[in-house]
């Protein structure tokens, strides 16, 4: 019974954590006072580290930049992270725990320091939509294997990119 404990597959979060984070709001004060229609565009992407002791960091990265007209309102940039044990279990299945599973617990926690900042620098707060991590997933190796009939270098680190809103 002890042998079948210690060879059973581990996963545990061990920590989450905010691992980056900028604000740059280049024409404040002026931008508060403008009323131009703001333009938000967003790059969202994940990141994966092995550590020691069978530990792996997984995170998620986001930029998000907000124009009002050829002005930037502001720019934010933030990583979250998370440390997690994966053991006893097959490269396959390691591989889309880190792919998969563990951006999908880590990114609740860069949605709500994004939202969160945004409102402490004045402005109303940006609510990141839900992304699928499976099909994230299943894009991202589309890419990375060149499947997708294109095998430009620019393709090897694929993103969620996005744009929210229209400038007048």
């Not at 404990?5 to 920590?15: G, I, M, S």
């Not at 229609?37 to 994966?48: G, N, T």
């Not at 124009?67 to 006893?88: D, H, M, P, S, W």
């Not at 396959?92 to 926690?109: A, M």
Request: hydrophobic share 35%; aromatic share 8%.
């Amino acid at each position: 019974m002890a042998e079948e404990e210690k060879d059973a597959p581990v996963f545990h979060l061990q920590r989450v954590y905010l691992k980056d984070l900028s604000v740059e709001i280049p024409h404040a004060p002026e931008v508060f006072l403008d009323n131009t229609q703001p333009k938000l565009s967003f790059e969202i992407d994940s990141f994966d580290s092995e550590l020691k002791d069978e530990m792996v960091e997984v995170g998620v990265k986001c930029t998000i930049t907000c124009k009002l007209g050829e002005k930037t309102g502001f720019l934010v940039e933030a990583k979250e992270a998370g440390i997690f044990e994966i053991k006893n279990v097959s490269d396959e299945q390691k591989t889309l725990l880190k792919g998969i599973t563990c951006p999908n617990i880590v990114y609740p926690y860069l949605r709500a320091n994004l939202a969160d900042i945004l409102q402490r620098a004045s402005f109303p707060p940006v609510h990141l939509t839900e992304i699928n991590w499976e099909i994230f997933y299943q894009q991202k190796q589309e890419k990375i294997n060149g499947t997708n009939g294109n095998n430009n270098e620019s393709d090897k680190n694929p993103q969620v990119n996005g744009e929210v809103g229209s400038s007048k």
